[in-house]
């Protein structure tokens, strides 16, 4: 069993980190990854659908006006404190998965799947855009404990040698939901076409209910009482290392945030692109996205996972802002490769902020690392928008101003250990 709190040095035995003889079968990392998809399929629908649900709310007309609130329906603050609203309701996570870290990781995110799923789809009824963001912002917390539970109990099933594969293999879970998501919006268009997206989460939600009940409870018997007293305690050993993985996600936040959340009002309304053509690019990404996962995996297995997330992190701002630079053809491009920077971030992403973190607070620790993107998410979209509105919707100053200030933040990655090879308990 491993202490929580030692008076001693930090070891490795400390940080949960020993070899594991037995890997899970290939089925409940099948099951992890669907977890993962019907998660982000449910949380991506108020981003795919965001452009027609500004439309229907809002007061989008042919003007020629060039101000955002013209061509987009909403103005761009208004956007962004919606999906600000939906991050900061992430914060959720945190008692949740403390709770996994007591009651048992399979218990809560099968409760989280479902209901959050079925909170989604109840999102189909929403007669006003608050009413959108507020069911939405109910069920973020939900579907973001599943997401953070399918990569914690990944991890805790796999080896060291096969746990970024696996990883990775959760992570294109995720963005087969992001993608089904956006492709099923493509071909519902009309006025009610976002409602029938959102009722088409009870699909997900069914799946999940006969699915999650399969999967191997991973909590193990590692001592709880010593941070079950409080609410997502860490023990004081670990709170260094935590303070600098919360940093760098507060970063890919502030850049991911309003890369993903504004990208279709930009292409939809801003751009104009047809609705053929956005299903096609969203189709094509899905290419990139798989390039991105094997470059991400050859990366953080050979060269380490602090070099595979500097890497992902900076594609990652370069690709967004090359998309906002204007143009269509900016934007496509941009868009695939900024899919191909993520799949690249992913799993090393995932790897580092699970084999940080011993079994005893792991979920605990990943609630916290949930605060810290919702953290940075929400300043990166309140500068979105506000210089969004402030320069007529020429965006490329918008990302700039969102993504540039907190990149030297990387370069406490390196004072993180490296933890590729390592094993968990």
Same mark, same amino acid.
């Given at each position: ?95 949740l998965a ?7 990781? $399979? ?109 191997r409870e ?5 001592? $709880?009482?010593?941070?079950?007293? $409080? ?123 699970t084999e ?70």
């Amino acid at each position: 069993m491993l202490p929580v709190v030692s008076d001693g040095p930090v070891t490795c035995q400390h940080l949960g980190m020993r070899v594991i003889r037995s890997v899970a079968p290939d089925r409940l990392i099948g099951i992890l990854a669907f977890v993962a998809l019907a998660a982000a399929f449910g949380q991506f629908g108020s981003t795919s659908a965001l452009g027609d649900v500004a439309k229907t709310f809002g007061t989008a007309t042919v003007s020629t006006s060039a101000s955002f609130t013209a061509q987009a329906g909403l103005s761009g603050s208004t956007l962004a404190i919606g999906l600000a609203v939906l991050r900061v309701a992430s914060l959720g996570v945190l008692p949740l998965a403390s709770l996994a870290d007591r009651l048992g990781r $399979r218990r809560v995110l099968y409760a989280c799947g479902v209901v959050g799923l079925l909170v989604t789809a109840s999102a189909a009824l929403s007669p006003t855009y608050w009413w959108f963001v507020a069911l939405f912002a109910l069920a973020r917390p939900m579907l973001s404990t599943s997401n953070t539970l399918a990569s914690v109990m990944t991890a805790e099933l796999s080896d060291a040698r096969s746990r970024v594969t696996a990883l990775m293999v959760v992570a294109a879970g995720a963005g087969i939901g992001v993608g089904c998501s956006a492709i099923l919006h493509g071909f519902l268009r009309g006025p009610d076409g976002f409602r029938v997206l959102f009722a088409t989460a009870l699909v997900p939600a069914a799946a999940l209910a006969v699915l999650v009940p399969k999967l191997r409870e991973t909590r193990g018997d590692a001592p $709880r009482a010593a941070h079950a007293a $409080r609410l997502g305690a860490i023990p004081r050993a670990l709170r260094g290392r935590l303070a600098i993985v919360m940093g760098v996600v507060a970063v890919i936040g502030a850049i991911s945030g309003p890369a993903n959340g504004f990208a279709f009002v930009y292409g939809e309304n801003i751009l104009k692109l047809p609705a053929p053509l956005v299903s096609t690019v969203v189709a094509l990404s899905a290419i990139t996205g798989v390039l991105g996962l094997f470059a991400g995996r050859r990366l953080a297995d050979r060269r380490g996972r602090r070099l595979a997330v500097a890497v992902g992190v900076l594609a990652t701002a370069g690709t967004s802002l090359y998309a906002y630079s204007g143009g269509r053809t900016a934007f496509v491009i941009g868009y695939l490769l900024g899919v191909c920077a993520a799949g690249i971030l992913g799993p090393s992403g995932a790897a580092l902020t699970t084999e940080a973190f011993p079994a005893t607070v792991r979920a605990s620790a990943g609630g916290w690392v949930v605060v810290a993107g919702v953290a940075g998410t929400v300043v990166g979209l309140a500068v979105f928008g506000a210089v969004a509105d402030a320069t007529s919707g020429t965006l490329v100053w918008a990302a700039a101003a969102a993504f540039l200030p907190g990149l030297p933040v990387l370069f406490l990655l390196r004072r993180l250990p490296e933890t590729r090879g390592l094993a968990l308990t």
